[in-house]
């Protein structure tokens, strides 16, 4: 899929266009990552050189194994997928779901965070995923990811997993993912990369998606998906009134460990 893309001279051209952003979702990251959206899982898969699938079901079965001994009161419930895959992703381990944040705001600080180079932030539209699944895949997101992650006979693979991406996020925050606004994009099937899901047809980010936009009213109304190219010579500047918009880690990553981190903005 052909991604359009925008840029802005200032920051004061910049924040117009950002406040009109509702009903879309987002993530920051390095320029040089533009081509390539991976989950955890696949990077770790593809460091490990073993199965995705395999890998994800070995580290779902054991965190939940093992996840008593931690003392924690507040475990999800054991069919509640999403949830364990979301407490995974917040302690580090590798999962199928990709951070992205309905706040532009949150995804402008990770973009230009202590980069030392040209930034991104991908823009989707919230409304464009997956109206083209059957059942089970078009119904509970939750179900179906169960049906793929703990099959009922131990072992087999659905035959017809969809190469599709979808959006979600847990019924129970914690807080780092509510001060960050946060979801995931989800791929259904982990066998194949991350953006053979998210460009593949059953996703629906192709409908009524316009590639050759001009004008920037154009973004937010022809097309479900594109990217803001941030250049590194912005990136102090717009630090600067990100800190004053209280953006900065020690807001988004409650805990000694935002608070040490901030100081690299300051």
Not at 29 to 58: F, I, N, V
Request: proline share 5%; glycine share 4%; aromatic share 10%.
């Amino acid at each position: 899929m052909q991604i359009p893309f925008i840029q802005f001279a200032t920051w004061h051209t910049l924040v117009p266009f950002l406040s009109q952003s509702e009903g879309w979702v987002f993530r920051g990251q390095k320029s040089y990552a533009s081509d390539a959206l991976q989950t955890s899982l696949e990077r770790a898969a593809k460091h490990l050189r073993q199965e995705p699938l395999g890998l994800e079901r070995h580290v779902l079965r054991e965190f939940k194994r093992r996840a008593t001994l931690s003392g924690e009161l507040n475990l999800p419930h054991n069919d509640d997928i999403v949830q364990w895959l979301a407490l995974l992703q917040h302690h580090g381990a590798p999962t199928r779901l990709l951070d992205f944040t309905h706040s532009v705001w949150v995804a402008l600080f990770f973009a230009v965070e202590r980069m030392q180079e040209n930034s991104e932030i991908w823009c989707v539209r919230g409304s464009s995923f997956s109206r083209r699944l059957q059942a089970p895949w078009s119904g509970d997101k939750n179900a179906a990811l169960k049906l793929i992650l703990e099959p009922s006979d131990g072992s087999s693979v659905p035959a017809n997993i969809p190469s599709a991406v979808f959006k979600d996020e847990p019924f129970y925050l914690n807080r780092r993912l509510a001060l960050q606004q946060g979801c995931f994009l989800i791929p259904f099937d982990v066998r194949q990369s991350f953006e053979a899901n998210f460009y593949s047809p059953a996703t629906g980010l192709e409908e009524g998606h316009d590639p050759n936009l001009s004008e920037i009213t154009d973004f937010l109304s022809k097309t479900n998906i594109f990217k803001i190219m941030i250049s590194q010579d912005q990136h102090s500047t717009i630090r600067s009134n990100l800190r004053r918009m209280n953006m900065t880690r020690e807001h988004l990553f409650p805990g000694l460990d935002g608070l040490a981190m901030s100081f690299w903005q300051e």
